[in-house]
């Protein structure tokens, strides 16, 4: 009898799962942007023997250029010796520079290529996803037959997807010269993420879509484009939605890149598989937002597809998911990174999570993030207010030690996030944890040092709505008029700085220190000796919101 309800059931979720695959490819994708690489086909060969070998053998319309490293040049190729100079290489498909020696000394030399293959001992650019159009092989025979493929038909113009958004009013990055997240530029494997200042700059050239950058974001700043965050979450919805609706049982979403779903083993009927670009393009507010529409587990399928650099910061964003799975009350089962190889061992679902939440589709990231772990939370049995997370991670508040905040008030001006705000009448410091993202930048720009960082999930969200005031202090007010303009200990702190100044001996002169600016400014006027040398005494910006 059990036998024939698990085939019954295995009968249903079949249905139900092809239902669900169905409801996903019905949905639009919405379009990205096209980056262009046009080769020539001008290859430079670097390398020695192998390389003179390799270029020798190249036929039209591919023309070769031999960049030397090793031995002795050999008649019939065009060739060009390093010679122990210094050489640096940057570009892509269609568009790499070469340079050679010191710029200003008569050995400079810089080259243009549109491919490089190169046979050097080491590569010349080291990285985990090097450009378009630059290869590195070794020197056994079927290297070089590797290389003759890799060079095959790269004439003409070829197109891929503008894999990234940006949105720099909202980045983290930095502020008045203040650093904060670099995340992004940190993970990338292609290293096409630099800083500007105070944004990022993603070369679209170098760009392979590796999708992690979007994950780390704390912000939404950076976001995946092929397709964009609330086309995948809307298939994952409608996928869900539609496998509940033809009664499937246990739904288990599966993330995997679409290089390594070809792998893949058969997986049982309740398995529901989302083919995307890169697997670190899905990011946690995906996979909170699929448990809380039904899932009763996240699997993230990785058959070897995602760079090193990408990997540890994946990593990570799963051990941040944990962190609040675990403080939410949930297992942390409930998100699993597995290996394609294994994915049938660990398809069984996880007991205990919520039912199925109605909310929608969300393109913004923190929105999305928030809905989800609302409804976690609602369902969960502990309902805890607030616990506990991995440092760095985009959750958390300030704390800020009394014995040195003066309320300068440098760090509202500066918090991308707009999670620091002045008070209005009165000398105060307010925080609106909900939108903290960790990034930092309001400590590093604080004069006094004054703020910490603590990461933390506030849970509540009730108490995530209000704000809580960090520092206060009674206002001080203007000795003429009345006006409150400043807060005492910065009055103090000029007193204190100035006793010695030969400006302000004089008590009229020390009095002025505790005016208003407008008063400051019609008593120094009336102040023979103050007209005299010139000043009215220094302008207050205190407290620039009050």
């Not at 670097?46 to 008649?75: I, N, S, Y």
């Not at 508040?397 to 509202?412: A, E, H, Q």
Request: proline residues 6%.
């Amino acid at each position: 009898m059990r036998e024939a309800e698990h085939t019954l059931d295995d009968t249903r979720n079949a249905r139900a799962r092809a239902a669900a695959l169905a409801a996903a490819e019905r949905l639009s994708v919405t379009p990205t942007g096209q980056v262009r690489y046009h080769s020539r086909g001008r290859v430079l060969v670097v390398g020695g023997e192998e390389a003179q070998w390799f270029a020798a053998r190249l036929e039209r319309p591919l023309h070769a250029e031999v960049l030397l490293t090793e031995g002795d040049e050999e008649p019939g190729v065009p060739s060009t010796s390093v010679g122990g100079r210094a050489l640096q290489i940057s570009g892509h498909l269609g568009a790499f520079e070469i340079e050679l020696g010191d710029r200003g000394r008569p050995n400079h030399q810089v080259l243009g290529a549109d491919m490089v293959v190169d046979f050097a001992a080491r590569p010349l650019i080291d990285r985990e996803l090097p450009p378009p159009g630059y290869w590195h092989f070794g020197r056994e025979p079927q290297d070089l037959d590797a290389a003759m493929l890799a060079v095959d038909g790269m004439i003409g113009t070829f197109e891929k997807p503008r894999y990234f958004a940006y949105d720099a009013s909202i980045c983290a990055h930095a502020r008045s010269g203040q650093g904060g997240c670099r995340q992004c530029i940190d993970s990338c494997p292609a290293e096409a993420i630099i800083s500007i200042g105070e944004k990022v700059e993603v070369n679209p050239n170098l760009c392979q879509g590796g999708g992690i950058c979007a994950s780390v974001c704390p912000t939404g700043a950076m976001r995946y484009a092929y397709p964009g965050p609330g086309d995948t979450a809307e298939r994952v919805r409608a996928m869900l939605r539609s496998y509940a609706s033809a009664d499937g049982t246990h739904p288990v979403v599966m993330f995997v890149s679409g290089e390594d779903a070809d792998g893949l083993p058969a997986t049982p009927a309740n398995v529901l598989l989302l083919a995307v670009e890169e697997l670190a393009s899905v990011g946690y507010e995906l996979w909170f937002a699929a448990v809380a529409w039904g899932a009763r587990r996240v699997l993230l399928a990785d058959g070897g597809s995602v760079p090193g650099r990408a990997r540890t910061a994946l990593d990570r964003q799963i051990r941040i998911g944990h962190d609040l799975l675990r403080g939410l009350g949930y297992s942390t089962d409930a998100l699993f990174a597995v290996d394609t190889a294994q994915v049938a061992a660990h398809c069984s679902p996880v007991e205990g999570l919520p039912a199925a939440a109605s909310f929608a589709a969300s393109d913004h990231k923190r929105q999305l993030a928030g809905l989800a772990l609302d409804h976690l939370w609602q369902h969960s049995a502990q309902r805890p207010a607030d616990f506990a997370i991995l440092p760095g991670a985009p959750y958390g508040r300030l704390r800020v030690d009394p014995d040195k905040c003066t309320l300068c008030m440098s760090c509202t001006s500066v918090c991308p996030a707009g999670a620091l705000s002045a008070g209005e009448e009165i000398p105060r410091l307010v925080f609106h944890e909900a939108n903290c993202v960790q990034c930092s930048i309001c400590a590093n720009s604080c004069p006094e040092r004054a703020i910490t960082l603590e990461a933390r999930y506030l849970a509540d969200p009730e108490k995530r709505r209000l704000a809580a005031v960090l520092y206060e202090e009674p206002p001080f007010c203007c000795v003429q008029c009345g006006k409150p303009f400043a807060t005492r200990r910065a009055i103090d702190n000029i007193l204190d700085k100035l006793a010695g100044h030969a400006m302000f001996q004089t008590e009229r002169a020390r009095r002025r220190l505790r005016m208003c600016e407008d008063c400051r400014v019609v008593d120094a006027v009336q102040d023979a000796d103050a007209m005299q040398a010139g000043i009215g005494g220094p302008r207050s910006n205190l407290n620039k919101n009050n």
